[in-house]
Protein backbone atom coordinates (compact mmCIF):
# COMPACT_ATOMS: atom_id res chain seq x y z
CA UNK A 1 0.00 0.00 0.00
CA UNK A 2 1.34 3.26 -1.10
CA UNK A 3 2.04 6.04 1.60
CA UNK A 4 -0.86 8.01 0.40
CA UNK A 5 -3.19 5.58 0.20
CA UNK A 6 -1.98 4.09 3.76
CA UNK A 7 -3.10 7.46 5.38
CA UNK A 8 -6.31 8.01 3.45
CA UNK A 9 -7.70 4.47 4.71
CA UNK A 10 -6.07 4.99 8.15
CA UNK A 11 -8.11 8.24 8.57
CA UNK A 12 -11.29 6.70 6.78
CA UNK A 13 -11.47 3.90 9.54
CA UNK A 14 -10.28 6.48 12.08
CA UNK A 15 -13.66 8.49 11.61
CA UNK A 16 -16.08 5.27 10.93
CA UNK A 17 -15.02 3.42 13.63
CA UNK A 18 -14.37 5.53 16.57
CA UNK A 19 -10.92 6.74 16.66
CA UNK A 20 -10.18 10.17 15.86
CA UNK A 21 -12.33 13.03 13.96
CA UNK A 22 -12.47 16.90 13.59
CA UNK A 23 -13.50 17.95 16.44
CA UNK A 24 -16.74 20.49 16.35
CA UNK A 25 -17.47 19.25 12.90
CA UNK A 26 -21.22 20.19 13.64
CA UNK A 27 -19.68 24.22 13.84
CA UNK A 28 -17.82 23.88 10.77
CA UNK A 29 -14.47 22.54 12.83
CA UNK A 30 -11.31 24.13 13.39
CA UNK A 31 -8.08 23.08 11.85
CA UNK A 32 -5.79 21.18 14.53
CA UNK A 33 -8.28 20.31 16.98
CA UNK A 34 -9.44 16.23 17.16
CA UNK A 35 -11.93 14.45 19.27
CA UNK A 36 -10.79 10.75 20.60
CA UNK A 37 -13.83 9.00 19.75
CA UNK A 38 -14.73 5.54 22.10
CA UNK A 39 -11.89 3.29 20.71
CA UNK A 40 -9.58 6.16 19.92
CA UNK A 41 -9.80 7.62 23.79
CA UNK A 42 -9.44 3.93 25.06
CA UNK A 43 -6.51 3.18 23.01
CA UNK A 44 -5.07 6.44 23.60
CA UNK A 45 -5.63 5.42 27.96
CA UNK A 46 -4.24 2.06 27.60
CA UNK A 47 -0.75 3.91 25.21
CA UNK A 48 -0.85 6.71 28.39
CA UNK A 49 -0.98 4.02 31.08
CA UNK A 50 1.77 1.60 29.04
CA UNK A 51 4.26 4.47 29.35
CA UNK A 52 3.26 5.32 33.02
CA UNK A 53 4.57 1.87 33.53
CA UNK A 54 7.45 2.02 32.01
CA UNK A 55 8.53 5.44 32.79
CA UNK A 56 7.26 5.89 36.08
CA UNK A 57 6.71 2.97 37.78
CA UNK A 58 9.12 0.51 36.92
CA UNK A 59 12.06 3.68 36.84
CA UNK A 60 10.77 4.84 40.59
CA UNK A 61 10.31 8.56 39.34
CA UNK A 62 7.83 10.43 40.56
CA UNK A 63 4.46 11.94 38.92
CA UNK A 64 2.89 15.51 38.85
CA UNK A 65 -0.15 17.13 38.01
CA UNK A 66 1.15 20.92 36.99
CA UNK A 67 -1.32 23.70 35.50
CA UNK A 68 -1.83 24.30 31.91
CA UNK A 69 -1.86 27.92 32.62
CA UNK A 70 1.47 29.52 33.16
CA UNK A 71 2.57 32.98 33.84
CA UNK A 72 4.49 34.70 31.15
CA UNK A 73 7.49 35.08 33.57
CA UNK A 74 8.04 31.72 33.44
CA UNK A 75 8.63 31.64 29.98
CA UNK A 76 10.61 34.76 29.78
CA UNK A 77 12.59 32.84 31.86
CA UNK A 78 12.80 29.70 29.75
CA UNK A 79 13.13 31.43 26.94
CA UNK A 80 10.05 30.65 25.08
CA UNK A 81 9.01 34.13 24.52
CA UNK A 82 12.03 35.04 22.31
CA UNK A 83 12.52 31.61 21.08
CA UNK A 84 9.51 29.57 20.37
CA UNK A 85 8.92 30.30 17.23
CA UNK A 86 8.26 29.10 13.35
CA UNK A 87 8.74 30.36 9.82
CA UNK A 88 5.57 31.88 8.92
CA UNK A 89 4.91 33.57 5.22
CA UNK A 90 1.40 35.12 4.15
CA UNK A 91 -0.02 34.70 0.90
CA UNK A 92 -0.82 38.29 -0.72
CA UNK A 93 -3.23 36.79 -3.27
CA UNK A 94 -5.80 34.72 -0.65
CA UNK A 95 -4.37 35.76 2.79
CA UNK A 96 -3.57 32.84 4.06
CA UNK A 97 -0.73 32.09 6.02
CA UNK A 98 1.62 29.05 5.69
CA UNK A 99 4.64 27.17 7.16
CA UNK A 100 7.05 28.71 5.06
CA UNK A 101 9.76 25.73 6.03
CA UNK A 102 7.04 23.36 5.19
CA UNK A 103 5.99 24.90 1.80
CA UNK A 104 10.08 24.41 1.18
CA UNK A 105 10.68 20.68 1.92
CA UNK A 106 7.47 19.79 -0.51
CA UNK A 107 8.27 21.59 -3.50
CA UNK A 108 11.98 20.43 -2.71
CA UNK A 109 14.36 17.78 -1.71
CA UNK A 110 15.11 19.37 1.37
CA UNK A 111 14.20 17.73 4.60
CA UNK A 112 15.41 20.49 7.32
CA UNK A 113 14.31 23.30 5.80
CA UNK A 114 13.58 24.39 9.62
CA UNK A 115 17.11 24.82 10.59
CA UNK A 116 17.60 27.67 7.59
CA UNK A 117 17.38 31.34 8.12
CA UNK A 118 14.13 33.01 7.09
CA UNK A 119 16.64 34.97 3.91
CA UNK A 120 17.20 31.71 2.86
CA UNK A 121 14.01 30.43 2.74
CA UNK A 122 12.73 33.08 1.24
CA UNK A 123 15.10 32.75 -1.14
CA UNK A 124 14.19 28.91 -1.93
CA UNK A 125 10.65 30.38 -1.99
CA UNK A 126 11.31 32.81 -5.01
CA UNK A 127 13.90 30.13 -6.90
CA UNK A 128 11.37 27.28 -6.92
CA UNK A 129 8.56 29.76 -7.97
CA UNK A 130 6.75 28.00 -4.95
CA UNK A 131 3.09 29.08 -4.81
CA UNK A 132 0.37 29.33 -2.22
CA UNK A 133 -1.54 25.97 -1.90
CA UNK A 134 -4.74 27.51 -0.84
CA UNK A 135 -5.22 29.89 -3.84
CA UNK A 136 -1.90 28.79 -6.43
CA UNK A 137 -0.95 32.99 -6.09
CA UNK A 138 3.04 32.82 -6.51
CA UNK A 139 5.00 33.59 -2.55
CA UNK A 140 8.04 35.14 -4.55
CA UNK A 141 8.68 38.14 -2.35
CA UNK A 142 6.24 37.66 0.68
CA UNK A 143 8.13 38.16 4.00
CA UNK A 144 8.73 35.09 5.59
CA UNK A 145 8.87 36.06 9.31
CA UNK A 146 9.17 34.46 13.13
CA UNK A 147 5.32 33.32 14.58
CA UNK A 148 5.92 32.91 18.35
CA UNK A 149 3.50 29.63 18.51
CA UNK A 150 2.16 29.85 22.42
CA UNK A 151 -1.23 30.73 23.06
CA UNK A 152 -1.77 34.51 25.04
CA UNK A 153 -4.10 34.41 27.47
CA UNK A 154 -5.21 36.87 30.76
CA UNK A 155 -4.99 35.41 34.13
CA UNK A 156 -7.55 37.26 36.04
CA UNK A 157 -10.49 39.75 35.10
CA UNK A 158 -10.06 42.78 33.50
CA UNK A 159 -6.02 43.52 32.18
CA UNK A 160 -4.99 40.59 34.74
CA UNK A 161 -1.87 39.09 34.08
CA UNK A 162 -0.73 37.88 30.94
CA UNK A 163 0.05 34.15 30.29
CA UNK A 164 -0.06 31.76 27.86
CA UNK A 165 -1.51 27.54 27.40
CA UNK A 166 1.71 25.42 28.12
CA UNK A 167 3.11 24.74 24.55
CA UNK A 168 5.26 21.28 26.97
CA UNK A 169 4.69 20.07 30.26
CA UNK A 170 8.45 20.26 30.96
CA UNK A 171 8.21 23.69 33.12
CA UNK A 172 5.72 22.99 35.51
CA UNK A 173 8.57 20.42 36.84
CA UNK A 174 11.56 23.32 36.58
CA UNK A 175 9.63 25.68 38.40
CA UNK A 176 8.28 23.03 41.36
CA UNK A 177 12.04 21.93 41.54
CA UNK A 178 12.64 23.53 44.78
CA UNK A 179 10.01 21.51 46.38
CA UNK A 180 10.40 18.12 44.06
CA UNK A 181 13.91 17.70 45.40
CA UNK A 182 12.94 18.06 49.04
CA UNK A 183 10.34 14.85 48.05
CA UNK A 184 13.17 13.10 46.71
CA UNK A 185 15.46 13.79 50.05
CA UNK A 186 17.93 15.73 47.50
CA UNK A 187 19.43 13.07 46.50
CA UNK A 188 20.30 12.39 42.71
CA UNK A 189 19.21 11.55 40.31
CA UNK A 190 15.26 11.35 40.62
CA UNK A 191 12.93 11.71 37.78
CA UNK A 192 10.00 13.58 37.56
CA UNK A 193 6.78 12.87 34.95
CA UNK A 194 3.84 14.51 33.75
CA UNK A 195 1.47 13.27 30.93
CA UNK A 196 -0.65 16.39 29.95
CA UNK A 197 -1.76 18.67 27.39
CA UNK A 198 -0.05 21.23 25.32
CA UNK A 199 -0.87 23.71 23.02
CA UNK A 200 0.74 25.06 20.11
CA UNK A 201 -0.64 27.94 17.70
CA UNK A 202 0.81 26.14 14.80
CA UNK A 203 0.70 27.99 11.49
CA UNK A 204 -0.76 25.20 9.47
CA UNK A 205 -1.85 21.96 11.03
CA UNK A 206 -1.99 18.94 8.93
CA UNK A 207 -1.51 15.39 8.92
CA UNK A 208 -4.73 14.33 11.53
CA UNK A 209 -3.01 13.49 15.06
CA UNK A 210 0.25 14.36 13.80
CA UNK A 211 0.23 18.55 13.74
CA UNK A 212 -2.64 19.67 16.01
CA UNK A 213 -2.88 22.77 18.13
CA UNK A 214 -4.09 20.78 20.69
CA UNK A 215 -2.29 17.97 22.19
CA UNK A 216 -1.20 15.43 24.79
CA UNK A 217 2.53 14.89 25.81
CA UNK A 218 4.26 12.18 27.96
CA UNK A 219 7.16 13.82 29.61
CA UNK A 220 9.83 12.92 32.32
CA UNK A 221 12.74 15.10 33.47
CA UNK A 222 15.58 13.24 34.87
CA UNK A 223 17.65 15.31 37.21
CA UNK A 224 21.56 14.41 37.52
CA UNK A 225 24.53 15.10 39.34
CA UNK A 226 26.72 16.29 36.11
CA UNK A 227 30.05 14.65 37.42
CA UNK A 228 28.02 11.50 38.65
CA UNK A 229 28.65 8.40 37.13
CA UNK A 230 25.97 7.20 34.91
CA UNK A 231 23.54 4.04 34.70
CA UNK A 232 24.36 0.54 34.15
CA UNK A 233 23.96 0.15 30.31
CA UNK A 234 24.43 -3.32 31.10
CA UNK A 235 20.45 -3.31 31.73
CA UNK A 236 19.91 -2.42 27.96
CA UNK A 237 22.75 -4.19 26.55
CA UNK A 238 20.31 -6.32 24.16
CA UNK A 239 18.86 -3.31 22.70
CA UNK A 240 20.37 -2.52 19.59
CA UNK A 241 19.91 1.22 18.80
CA UNK A 242 19.28 2.83 14.74
CA UNK A 243 21.07 5.93 14.80
CA UNK A 244 21.09 8.13 11.92
CA UNK A 245 23.95 10.89 13.09
CA UNK A 246 23.89 14.46 11.96
CA UNK A 247 26.99 13.46 10.21
CA UNK A 248 24.71 11.09 7.82
CA UNK A 249 22.32 14.12 7.42
CA UNK A 250 24.85 16.22 6.47
CA UNK A 251 26.28 14.30 3.65
CA UNK A 252 22.71 13.44 2.41
CA UNK A 253 22.98 10.21 3.23
CA UNK A 254 20.59 7.22 4.67
CA UNK A 255 23.08 5.26 6.59
CA UNK A 256 21.96 4.29 9.82
CA UNK A 257 24.69 2.96 12.33
CA UNK A 258 23.68 -0.02 14.00
CA UNK A 259 25.24 0.14 17.90
CA UNK A 260 24.34 -0.92 21.88
CA UNK A 261 23.56 1.65 24.30
CA UNK A 262 27.03 1.32 25.60
CA UNK A 263 29.23 1.17 22.27
CA UNK A 264 27.25 4.50 21.28
CA UNK A 265 28.75 6.35 24.18
CA UNK A 266 32.08 4.70 23.66
CA UNK A 267 31.97 6.54 20.18
CA UNK A 268 31.07 9.49 20.78
CA UNK A 269 28.11 8.80 18.80
CA UNK A 270 25.53 9.70 22.09
CA UNK A 271 26.46 12.30 24.25
CA UNK A 272 26.24 10.44 27.73
CA UNK A 273 25.13 7.46 29.29
CA UNK A 274 21.88 8.65 30.16
CA UNK A 275 20.82 9.67 27.02
CA UNK A 276 21.69 6.11 25.59
CA UNK A 277 19.86 4.49 28.54
CA UNK A 278 16.49 6.05 27.59
CA UNK A 279 16.98 5.72 23.93
CA UNK A 280 16.91 1.65 24.40
CA UNK A 281 14.07 2.29 27.21
CA UNK A 282 12.21 4.22 24.40
CA UNK A 283 12.83 1.58 21.41
CA UNK A 284 12.09 -1.15 23.65
CA UNK A 285 8.87 0.97 24.75
CA UNK A 286 7.91 1.84 20.97
CA UNK A 287 8.23 -1.71 19.93
CA UNK A 288 5.86 -2.88 22.90
CA UNK A 289 2.54 -0.41 21.61
CA UNK A 290 3.16 -1.03 18.25
CA UNK A 291 5.93 0.54 16.44
CA UNK A 292 7.02 -1.39 13.82
CA UNK A 293 10.96 -1.77 14.62
CA UNK A 294 11.55 -1.64 10.56
CA UNK A 295 9.89 1.58 10.04
CA UNK A 296 11.77 3.11 13.20
CA UNK A 297 14.77 4.94 13.80
CA UNK A 298 16.70 7.38 16.03
CA UNK A 299 17.87 10.99 13.98
CA UNK A 300 20.50 13.20 15.61
CA UNK A 301 19.20 16.98 15.27
CA UNK A 302 21.35 19.33 12.82
CA UNK A 303 23.08 21.83 14.62
CA UNK A 304 20.92 24.63 13.44
CA UNK A 305 17.33 22.47 14.81
CA UNK A 306 18.76 21.83 17.98
CA UNK A 307 15.81 23.96 20.36
CA UNK A 308 16.61 26.85 22.32
CA UNK A 309 17.59 24.81 25.48
CA UNK A 310 19.40 21.34 23.82
CA UNK A 311 22.87 20.25 23.93
CA UNK A 312 22.37 17.80 21.67
CA UNK A 313 18.94 15.43 20.62
CA UNK A 314 17.98 12.43 18.94
CA UNK A 315 14.81 12.03 17.56
CA UNK A 316 12.78 9.38 17.68
CA UNK A 317 11.18 8.47 14.49
CA UNK A 318 8.87 6.27 12.42
CA UNK A 319 7.63 6.01 9.03
CA UNK A 320 4.14 6.26 8.35
CA UNK A 321 2.43 7.56 4.68
CA UNK A 322 6.23 7.88 2.74
CA UNK A 323 7.16 10.21 5.84
CA UNK A 324 9.90 10.00 8.71
CA UNK A 325 7.36 11.83 11.65
CA UNK A 326 8.56 12.15 14.91
CA UNK A 327 7.44 10.53 17.86
CA UNK A 328 9.74 11.50 21.03
CA UNK A 329 12.87 13.54 21.44
CA UNK A 330 15.50 12.90 23.98
CA UNK A 331 17.77 16.10 24.86
CA UNK A 332 20.39 16.62 27.18
CA UNK A 333 19.04 20.45 28.70
CA UNK A 334 22.40 20.60 30.93
CA UNK A 335 21.37 23.05 33.57
CA UNK A 336 20.06 25.47 31.15
CA UNK A 337 16.25 25.11 32.56
CA UNK A 338 17.01 25.24 36.40
CA UNK A 339 19.91 27.84 35.92
CA UNK A 340 17.25 30.17 33.84
CA UNK A 341 14.70 29.81 36.86
CA UNK A 342 17.30 30.82 39.49
CA UNK A 343 18.34 33.80 37.74
CA UNK A 344 14.44 35.05 37.15
CA UNK A 345 12.57 33.16 40.42
CA UNK A 346 12.89 33.88 44.12
CA UNK A 347 14.03 30.26 45.28
CA UNK A 348 16.75 27.61 45.29
CA UNK A 349 17.19 25.17 42.33
CA UNK A 350 20.21 23.56 43.61
CA UNK A 351 20.60 20.43 45.21
CA UNK A 352 23.41 20.24 48.33
CA UNK A 353 26.18 17.46 47.18
CA UNK A 354 26.93 16.30 50.90
CA UNK A 355 30.98 14.81 50.74
CA UNK A 356 32.34 11.85 52.01
CA UNK A 357 34.20 13.86 54.72
CA UNK A 358 34.12 17.68 55.23
CA UNK A 359 36.82 19.33 53.80
CA UNK A 360 38.83 22.48 54.20
CA UNK A 361 38.66 24.94 51.15
CA UNK A 362 39.97 28.93 50.76
CA UNK A 363 37.63 31.07 49.92
CA UNK A 364 37.82 34.32 48.44
CA UNK A 365 35.13 37.09 49.89
CA UNK A 366 34.79 40.97 49.75
CA UNK A 367 33.05 43.39 52.11
CA UNK A 368 32.89 46.75 50.64
CA UNK A 369 33.13 49.81 52.26
CA UNK A 370 29.97 51.27 51.30
CA UNK A 371 30.11 55.05 53.36
CA UNK A 372 33.23 55.40 50.48
CA UNK A 373 31.59 53.68 47.57
CA UNK A 374 28.49 55.47 48.18
CA UNK A 375 29.21 59.47 47.79
CA UNK A 376 32.09 58.17 45.13
CA UNK A 377 29.42 56.42 42.93
CA UNK A 378 26.16 57.49 43.70
CA UNK A 379 23.38 54.90 42.82
CA UNK A 380 25.83 52.26 41.23
CA UNK A 381 27.58 51.72 44.12
CA UNK A 382 25.34 48.39 45.30
CA UNK A 383 25.77 47.20 41.43
CA UNK A 384 29.28 47.74 41.74
CA UNK A 385 29.47 45.78 45.00
CA UNK A 386 27.71 43.02 43.63
CA UNK A 387 30.21 42.63 40.78
CA UNK A 388 32.82 42.65 42.84
CA UNK A 389 31.68 39.97 44.82
CA UNK A 390 31.09 38.10 42.25
CA UNK A 391 35.07 38.76 40.81
CA UNK A 392 36.32 37.70 44.04
CA UNK A 393 34.37 34.29 43.69
CA UNK A 394 35.58 33.89 39.73
CA UNK A 395 39.46 35.65 40.00
CA UNK A 396 40.69 36.36 42.95
CA UNK A 397 44.27 37.09 40.95
CA UNK A 398 42.17 40.37 39.88
CA UNK A 399 42.61 41.65 43.35
CA UNK A 400 46.20 40.96 43.72
CA UNK A 401 47.00 44.79 42.73
CA UNK A 402 46.68 48.30 44.35
CA UNK A 403 43.25 48.89 42.34
CA UNK A 404 40.43 46.26 40.98
CA UNK A 405 38.12 46.97 37.95
CA UNK A 406 35.07 46.01 37.18
CA UNK A 407 31.85 46.32 34.73
CA UNK A 408 28.76 47.19 35.23
CA UNK A 409 25.94 47.55 32.57
CA UNK A 410 28.70 48.55 30.18
CA UNK A 411 30.42 50.97 32.29
CA UNK A 412 33.79 50.27 33.45
CA UNK A 413 34.94 51.19 37.04
CA UNK A 414 38.25 51.01 39.03
CA UNK A 415 37.97 50.58 42.64
CA UNK A 416 40.87 50.90 45.18
CA UNK A 417 41.71 47.74 46.81
CA UNK A 418 41.24 48.68 50.26
CA UNK A 419 38.23 49.90 49.97
CA UNK A 420 36.61 46.36 48.37
CA UNK A 421 37.39 44.40 51.87
CA UNK A 422 38.75 41.67 50.06
CA UNK A 423 40.46 38.62 51.63
CA UNK A 424 40.76 34.81 51.62
CA UNK A 425 39.90 32.78 54.32
CA UNK A 426 39.79 28.72 55.05
CA UNK A 427 36.78 27.24 55.73
CA UNK A 428 35.50 23.63 56.52
CA UNK A 429 32.37 22.47 54.54
CA UNK A 430 30.64 19.15 54.38
CA UNK A 431 29.20 19.82 51.05
CA UNK A 432 28.65 22.42 48.48
CA UNK A 433 25.31 23.10 46.43
CA UNK A 434 25.73 22.07 42.63
CA UNK A 435 22.58 22.67 39.58
CA UNK A 436 22.11 19.54 38.70
CA UNK A 437 21.76 18.84 34.59
CA UNK A 438 18.24 17.19 32.79
CA UNK A 439 18.14 14.50 30.56
CA UNK A 440 14.61 14.81 29.00
CA UNK A 441 12.66 12.05 27.04
CA UNK A 442 9.76 14.04 25.85
CA UNK A 443 6.45 11.80 23.71
CA UNK A 444 3.93 12.92 21.55
CA UNK A 445 0.97 10.94 22.38
CA UNK A 446 -1.38 11.77 19.74
CA UNK A 447 2.05 11.06 17.49
CA UNK A 448 2.43 7.64 19.10
CA UNK A 449 -1.41 6.95 18.94
CA UNK A 450 -1.46 7.53 15.10
CA UNK A 451 1.52 5.70 14.47
CA UNK A 452 0.55 2.83 16.25
CA UNK A 453 -2.55 2.52 14.34
CA UNK A 454 -1.32 2.89 10.67
CA UNK A 455 1.76 0.37 11.54
CA UNK A 456 -1.07 -2.04 13.24
CA UNK A 457 -3.22 -1.54 9.58
CA UNK A 458 -3.37 -3.89 7.21
CA UNK A 459 -5.84 -5.84 4.74
CA UNK A 460 -5.54 -9.74 4.23
CA UNK A 461 -8.00 -12.46 2.97
CA UNK A 462 -9.98 -14.53 4.71
CA UNK A 463 -12.91 -16.90 3.48
CA UNK A 464 -12.35 -15.37 0.18
CA UNK A 465 -13.14 -12.03 0.93
CA UNK A 466 -10.88 -8.78 2.01
CA UNK A 467 -10.47 -8.12 5.66
CA UNK A 468 -9.26 -5.03 7.29
CA UNK A 469 -7.59 -5.88 10.88
CA UNK A 470 -5.98 -3.89 12.83
CA UNK A 471 -2.92 -5.70 14.45
CA UNK A 472 -2.58 -4.31 17.85
CA UNK A 473 -0.99 -5.72 20.92
CA UNK A 474 -3.42 -6.96 23.07
CA UNK A 475 -1.79 -4.38 26.10
CA UNK A 476 -3.04 -1.57 24.25
CA UNK A 477 -6.32 -2.60 22.27
CA UNK A 478 -9.27 -0.65 22.68
CA UNK A 479 -11.39 -3.78 23.61
CA UNK A 480 -9.53 -6.64 24.87
CA UNK A 481 -12.60 -9.19 23.90
CA UNK A 482 -15.26 -9.66 21.78
CA UNK A 483 -18.14 -11.62 23.44
CA UNK A 484 -20.59 -13.06 20.91
CA UNK A 485 -23.46 -15.99 21.54
CA UNK A 486 -23.97 -18.35 18.22
CA UNK A 487 -27.66 -17.32 18.57
CA UNK A 488 -29.26 -15.25 21.31
CA UNK A 489 -31.86 -18.48 21.79
CA UNK A 490 -31.57 -21.44 23.87
CA UNK A 491 -29.61 -19.77 27.41
CA UNK A 492 -26.69 -19.11 24.72
CA UNK A 493 -27.39 -14.99 25.08
CA UNK A 494 -28.01 -15.02 28.56
CA UNK A 495 -24.97 -17.42 29.14
CA UNK A 496 -22.95 -15.35 26.91
CA UNK A 497 -23.82 -11.61 28.68
CA UNK A 498 -22.81 -13.54 31.86
CA UNK A 499 -19.95 -14.51 30.62
CA UNK A 500 -19.29 -10.69 29.48
CA UNK A 501 -20.27 -9.42 32.52
CA UNK A 502 -17.59 -11.95 34.50
CA UNK A 503 -14.74 -10.68 32.53
CA UNK A 504 -15.77 -6.77 32.53
CA UNK A 505 -15.66 -7.59 36.38
CA UNK A 506 -12.14 -9.04 35.87
CA UNK A 507 -10.95 -5.43 34.20
CA UNK A 508 -11.26 -6.55 30.99
CA UNK A 509 -12.51 -4.07 27.95
CA UNK A 510 -15.50 -5.96 26.55
CA UNK A 511 -17.77 -5.59 23.63
CA UNK A 512 -20.94 -8.09 23.36
CA UNK A 513 -22.56 -8.17 19.74
CA UNK A 514 -25.49 -10.27 18.88
CA UNK A 515 -26.21 -8.66 15.74
CA UNK A 516 -25.98 -10.45 11.94
CA UNK A 517 -23.86 -13.90 11.26
CA UNK A 518 -20.77 -14.77 13.55
CA UNK A 519 -18.53 -13.93 10.20
CA UNK A 520 -19.61 -10.49 10.29
CA UNK A 521 -18.98 -9.89 13.83
CA UNK A 522 -15.42 -11.20 13.85
CA UNK A 523 -14.65 -8.69 10.83
CA UNK A 524 -16.52 -5.43 13.05
CA UNK A 525 -14.04 -6.35 15.77
CA UNK A 526 -11.01 -6.99 13.79
CA UNK A 527 -11.16 -3.89 12.16
CA UNK A 528 -11.19 -1.92 15.67
CA UNK A 529 -8.47 -4.15 16.93
CA UNK A 530 -9.62 -6.73 19.31
CA UNK A 531 -7.44 -9.36 19.71
CA UNK A 532 -9.75 -11.87 20.88
CA UNK A 533 -13.87 -13.26 20.78
CA UNK A 534 -15.14 -15.74 22.54
CA UNK A 535 -18.34 -17.70 20.78
CA UNK A 536 -20.92 -19.57 23.29
CA UNK A 537 -22.66 -21.86 21.36
CA UNK A 538 -24.62 -25.07 22.41
CA UNK A 539 -21.46 -26.74 23.46
CA UNK A 540 -21.02 -24.38 25.89
CA UNK A 541 -24.31 -24.10 27.23
CA UNK A 542 -23.70 -27.66 28.24
CA UNK A 543 -20.12 -28.01 29.39
CA UNK A 544 -19.19 -24.21 30.39
CA UNK A 545 -16.51 -24.60 27.18
CA UNK A 546 -16.42 -21.71 24.37
CA UNK A 547 -14.26 -20.57 21.17
CA UNK A 548 -11.44 -18.67 21.34
CA UNK A 549 -10.87 -16.80 18.13
CA UNK A 550 -7.09 -15.20 17.77
CA UNK A 551 -7.50 -12.12 15.85
CA UNK A 552 -4.12 -12.45 13.59
CA UNK A 553 -4.41 -15.81 12.50
CA UNK A 554 -8.27 -16.35 13.10
CA UNK A 555 -7.41 -19.55 14.56
CA UNK A 556 -10.04 -21.01 17.56
CA UNK A 557 -9.47 -22.80 20.76
CA UNK A 558 -11.80 -24.33 22.80
CA UNK A 559 -11.75 -23.52 26.44
CA UNK A 560 -12.81 -23.42 29.70
CA UNK A 561 -15.14 -20.26 30.55
CA UNK A 562 -14.44 -20.32 33.96
CA UNK A 563 -10.83 -20.18 32.95
CA UNK A 564 -11.01 -17.16 30.43
CA UNK A 565 -10.28 -14.32 32.42
CA UNK A 566 -6.47 -15.78 33.73
CA UNK A 567 -5.76 -16.73 30.37
CA UNK A 568 -7.03 -13.40 28.46
CA UNK A 569 -4.83 -11.54 31.51
CA UNK A 570 -1.50 -13.97 31.33
CA UNK A 571 -1.65 -13.40 26.93
CA UNK A 572 -2.16 -9.24 27.60
CA UNK A 573 -0.04 -9.68 30.19
CA UNK A 574 2.82 -11.40 27.65
CA UNK A 575 3.47 -14.51 30.09
CA UNK A 576 1.72 -16.66 27.50
CA UNK A 577 0.85 -17.07 24.23
CA UNK A 578 -2.23 -18.15 22.07
CA UNK A 579 -0.15 -20.98 20.66
CA UNK A 580 0.56 -22.37 23.86
CA UNK A 581 -3.24 -22.91 24.50
Known amino acids: MSGESETEALDELARRRGFYFQANESYGGVAGFYTYGPSGASLKRNVEESWRERFVTREGNMEIDAPTVTPEDVFEASGHLDGFDDMLVECAGCGESHRADHLVEDATDIEDAETYPTDEVEELIAAHDITCPNCGAPLEGQRVEEFNLMFETTIGPGSGQPGYLRPETAQGMFTEFPRLKEYAREQLPFGVAQIGTGYRNEISPRNALLRTREFTMAELEFFVDPEAGGPDLDAVADVSLPLYPASAQAEDGEEYVELGPKEAVEEGLVAGEWVAYFLARSKAWFESVGVDMERFRFRQHLPGELAHYAADCWDAEAEVGGDWIELEGVASRSDYDLSKHAKHADDTFTVFKQYDEPKTVERATVEPDMAALGPEYGSAAADIASALADLAARDRSAFDGDEVTVEVDGETYTVEKELTGFEVTEETEAGRHIVPHVVEP????????????????????????????????????????????????????????????????????????????????????????????????????????????????????????????????????????????
Open 442 to 581: AFGVGRAVYTVLAHAYDEDEVDGETRSVLRLPPSVAPTTVGVFPLMDKDGMGETARELAETLRQAGFDVTYDDAGNIGRRYRRQDEVGTPFCVTVDYEAVEDGTVTLRERDSTEQKRVDADALPGILADIRAGTRSFDEL
